[in-house]
């Protein structure tokens, strides 16, 4: 053998054997964890390739080792941790298969605070929903992100991405401010590292493909933590968006999943990859009939279709009835909450995952964060529905732990009653009277989430500008006993239809893009009827803001009488009355049908003109006005 040809065997040798002689680790989930919580189990998933076959150990004081999972496949591995009294540090963990070994530094990190002073959101807030691609643009460094799917930034197409990012948010915090606001709602921001297909993008954010990632569209992991922080200094709160029932398809367990029941339909995803026809038989999608749920007398099939069957064909099922699924997700919830700080967490499709898995997640929160506050998306519009899924509802089989739920009942009927003339039984206003008639089902009507319009559904205008009823359904939310939540740019009287496509109710807030030919953020770019929009809105907010006769004080709400709606709250010897006249004639407020709150009172103060009002006489009301007074 000549020289030169020994001398490369021998190196390729040496590189074989330096190869063999380490284990490969890609990959560690969660990257870090914290000192001094409750609950001291921990999950690490491994990714590498052939990490299966590894042993894991460590020497860090008050860290034991329970259990070593191999879930299935040869290049993930799941190793449970017990950290006892552990002090802040960095860990070592080393990797052991055969002969090869592998050292990796693991980092047991302080927490910034005690669990119970994570304080949630409750009814004194009102959260503002907005999607990030479509709110508004901080900068465009991140518009195209060089190694993602391919995807396209195009605002003259509605279901492509638009190039809002969390820079743009945070640049506009004063204006969460000035319109009186206490919480920003943002759609997900984590990865969706997905390709444009047929003209769609996942901007929207619910197809997860890193839930450990920032979608680097949207910026960084800091630049989350910068937005949420610098919110907290406006005074402001952050909820984040989460999705437990599904992911997206380019998340690398759909390629290679840890094990075969780590999704639900395994076998259809295994074959198809993605490329098999949806409406083939062994692809089952959700019926999204959520009533097997809690029906008592469901059959099996149709309660595997709402809880097994997928959202849709791009996003997997996760299978939360396996419990090594169910602890990843959980641990990705508390290392949000401790690496960023937000104040609470919104769950969608909250029925369609696993009902047993979802009250141990929330159980767990509750037990860590005490204070903290979690939503989950409930969908159906009778009240008894909602009602169960409460945390400590007595008409549900187990506790859901789940502290809010959203009122779609509520969003229905006033979405109904715009069109109507309040009458003497059912249409109208009475929508919304005989469903508060059963808040006596909730454990906690203050902890529902009221809203009247979000970004699945219509806009509360339509393609109009009835700025009449928009009033009278924003009145009732911010003074009932309820959570409200508003959507972004209701309050400059963006409208749209989810007729031809969804992006037409997710526009872009006027003013949020560079080029934007108006600015809705700034009262010289605002329009007349959007000014004085923005203003009734903002003097409302600001007075329900601290205001506790809203927050804390009875509800006694009267029977629409002659077309008028009468809802009034109590507290501390102050009282509120919201008055709507739910007619398009001209109707009288009889006040000595409300002497029980009236009492001997003559003046009532109008909450926005701050105009004195007489109520120790007959109040004339023009066609669909509201009135929210405070009586003197």
Same mark, same amino acid.
């Given at each position: 053998?000549?020289?030169?040809?020994?001398?490369?065997?021998?190196?390729?040798?040496?590189?074989?054997?330096?190869?063999?002689?380490?284990?490969?680790?890609?990959?560690?989930?969660?990257?870090?964890?914290?000192?001094?919580?409750?609950?001291?189990?921990?999950?690490?998933?491994?990714?590498?390739?052939?990490?299966?076959?590894?042993?894991?150990?460590?020497?860090?004081?008050?860290?034991?080792?329970?259990?070593?999972?191999?879930?299935?496949?040869?290049?993930?591995?799941?190793?449970?941790?017990?950290?006892?009294?552990?002090?802040?540090?960095?860990?070592?963990?080393?990797?052991?298969?055969?002969?090869?070994?592998?050292?990796?530094?693991?980092?047991?990190?302080?927490?910034?605070?005690?669990?119970?002073?994570?304080?949630?959101?409750?009814?004194?807030?009102?959260?503002?929903?907005?999607?990030? *691609?479509?709110?508004?643009?901080?900068?465009?460094?991140?518009?195209?992100?060089?190694?993602?799917?391919?995807? +396209?930034?195009?605002?003259?197409?509605?279901?492509?991405?638009?190039?809002?990012?969390?820079?743009?948010?945070?640049?506009?915090?004063?204006?969460?401010?000035?319109?009186?606001?206490?919480?920003?709602?943002?759609?997900?921001?984590? &990865?969706?590292?997905?390709?444009?297909?047929?003209?769609?993008?996942?901007?929207?954010?619910?197809?997860?493909?890193?839930?450990?990632?920032?979608?680097?569209?949207?910026?960084?992991?800091?630049?989350?933590?910068?937005?949420?922080?610098?919110? +907290?200094?406006?005074?402001?709160?952050?909820?984040?968006?989460?999705?437990?029932?599904?992911?997206?398809?380019?998340?690398?367990?759909?390629? #290679?999943?840890?094990?075969?029941?780590?999704?639900?339909?395994?076998? =259809?995803?295994?074959?198809?990859?993605?490329?098999?026809?949806?409406?083939?038989?062994?692809?089952?999608?959700?019926?999204?009939?959520?009533?097997?749920?809690?029906?008592?007398?469901?059959?099996?099939?149709?309660?595997?279709?709402?809880? &097994?069957? =997928?959202?849709?064909?791009?996003?997997?099922?996760?299978?939360?009835?396996?419990?090594?699924?169910?602890?990843?997700?959980?641990?990705?919830?508390?290392?949000?909450?401790?690496?960023?700080?937000? #104040?609470?967490?919104?769950?969608?499709?909250?029925?369609?995952?696993?009902?047993?898995?979802?009250?141990?997640?929330?159980?767990?929160?509750?037990?860590?964060?005490?204070?903290?506050?979690?939503?989950?998306?409930?969908?159906?519009?009778?009240?008894?529905?909602?009602?169960?899924?409460?945390?400590?509802?007595?008409?549900?089989?187990?506790?859901?732990?789940?502290?809010?739920?959203? *009122?779609?009942?509520?969003?229905?009927?006033?979405?109904?009653?715009?069109?109507?003339?309040?009458?003497?039984?059912?249409?109208?206003?009475?929508?919304?009277?005989?469903?508060?008639?059963?808040?006596?089902?909730?454990?906690?009507?203050?902890?529902?989430?009221?809203?009247?319009?979000?970004?699945?559904?219509?806009?509360?205008?339509?393609?109009?500008? *009835?700025?009449?009823?928009?009033?009278?359904?924003?009145?009732?939310?911010?003074?009932?006993?309820?959570?409200?939540?508003?959507?972004?740019?209701?309050?400059?009287?963006?409208?749209?239809?989810?007729?031809?496509?969804?992006?037409?109710?997710?526009?872009?807030?006027?003013?949020?893009?560079?080029?934007?030919?108006?600015?809705?953020?700034?009262?010289?770019?605002?329009?007349?009827?959007?000014?004085?929009?923005?203003?009734?809105?903002?003097?409302?907010?600001?007075?329900?803001?601290?205001?506790?006769?809203?927050?804390?004080?009875?509800?006694?709400?009267?029977?629409?009488?002659?077309?008028?709606?009468?809802?009034?709250?109590?507290?501390?010897?102050?009282?509120?009355?919201?008055?709507?006249?739910?007619?398009?004639?001209?109707?009288?407020?009889?006040?000595?049908?409300?002497?029980?709150?009236?009492?001997?009172?003559?003046?009532?103060?109008?909450?926005?003109?701050?105009?004195?009002?007489?109520?120790?006489?007959?109040?004339?009301?023009?066609?669909?006005?509201?009135?929210?007074?405070?009586?003197?």
């Amino acid at each position: 053998m000549k020289k030169k040809e020994l001398t490369l065997s021998i190196l390729l040798f040496l590189a074989m054997t330096m190869r063999a002689a380490t284990v490969t680790v890609d990959r560690i989930e969660p990257a870090n964890w914290f000192a001094g919580m409750k609950n001291p189990t921990l999950q690490l998933m491994i990714y590498g390739k052939d990490i299966s076959a590894a042993d894991v150990t460590t020497d860090y004081p008050g860290v034991t080792i329970d259990n070593i999972v191999r879930p299935g496949s040869s290049n993930y591995l799941l190793v449970y941790l017990r950290l006892k009294d552990v002090q802040p540090g960095e860990m070592t963990l080393t990797f052991k298969n055969g002969k090869r070994t592998k050292k990796v530094k693991y980092p047991i990190c302080e927490r910034a605070m005690r669990g119970e002073d994570h304080t949630g959101f409750s009814n004194a807030d009102v959260l503002y929903m907005l999607m990030p *691609d479509r709110f508004a643009s901080g900068s465009d460094t991140n518009d195209q992100i060089a190694g993602m799917m391919t995807y +396209h930034n195009d605002r003259s197409q509605p279901s492509l991405r638009h190039g809002g990012d969390l820079e743009g948010i945070r640049q506009h915090l004063d204006y969460f401010n000035q319109l009186g606001v206490t919480a920003l709602w943002l759609t997900p921001v984590l &990865e969706n590292n997905s390709p444009d297909h047929n003209g769609f993008s996942t901007y929207h954010g619910y197809a997860t493909t890193d839930y450990y990632k920032v979608d680097p569209r949207f910026g960084t992991n800091e630049e989350y933590q910068r937005l949420v922080a610098e919110a +907290h200094q406006h005074g402001l709160k952050v909820v984040m968006d989460m999705i437990f029932n599904h992911c997206g398809f380019d998340h690398p367990w759909v390629k #290679d999943m840890p094990s075969k029941d780590w999704f639900n339909l395994p076998g =259809w995803l295994e074959q198809s990859n993605g490329t098999s026809d949806p409406t083939d038989t062994d692809f089952l999608q959700t019926s999204y009939k959520l009533t097997p749920v809690v029906d008592p007398y469901a059959s099996q099939v149709d309660l595997r279709e709402t809880v &097994e069957g =997928w959202f849709v064909p791009t996003m997997p099922d996760l299978n939360q009835k396996n419990p090594h699924v169910m602890t990843y997700l959980i641990q990705n919830s508390i290392w949000w909450i401790e690496t960023v700080g937000i #104040d609470g967490i919104r769950m969608d499709t909250y029925p369609y995952a696993d009902a047993e898995g979802m009250a141990r997640w929330m159980k767990i929160l509750d037990e860590e964060y005490p204070n903290f506050n979690t939503v989950g998306e409930t969908w159906v519009t009778e009240p008894a529905y909602t009602a169960t899924w409460q945390k400590d509802s007595k008409l549900a089989r187990n506790n859901s732990y789940l502290k809010t739920v959203m *009122d779609f009942s509520f969003f229905d009927k006033i979405n109904q009653a715009k069109n109507e003339e309040t009458d003497a039984w059912w249409n109208g206003l009475n929508r919304i009277y005989n469903s508060l008639v059963y808040d006596y089902l909730y454990p906690n009507p203050s902890s529902v989430m009221a809203f009247i319009e979000n970004h699945d559904t219509d806009r509360f205008l339509g393609n109009g500008k *009835d700025t009449l009823a928009l009033k009278q359904a924003l009145a009732l939310l911010l003074t009932v006993n309820r959570t409200p939540q508003l959507y972004y740019g209701t309050e400059v009287l963006m409208n749209g239809t989810k007729e031809v496509t969804d992006g037409n109710v997710r526009k872009d807030f006027p003013g949020g893009f560079p080029g934007d030919k108006k600015n809705a953020f700034t009262r010289e770019g605002r329009t007349q009827a959007e000014n004085a929009m923005f203003d009734w809105c903002s003097r409302l907010l600001h007075w329900r803001q601290g205001n506790e006769v809203v927050t804390k004080g009875k509800q006694t709400q009267f029977i629409p009488w002659k077309g008028v709606y009468v809802i009034a709250r109590q507290y501390g010897g102050k009282k509120v009355m919201t008055i709507l006249n739910g007619t398009s004639q001209p109707a009288k407020l009889e006040v000595s049908r409300y002497a029980e709150i009236i009492g001997e009172s003559q003046v009532a103060r109008d909450v926005i003109t701050g105009k004195n009002v007489r109520i120790d006489k007959d109040v004339n009301l023009r066609p669909r006005q509201t009135l929210v007074v405070e009586i003197q």
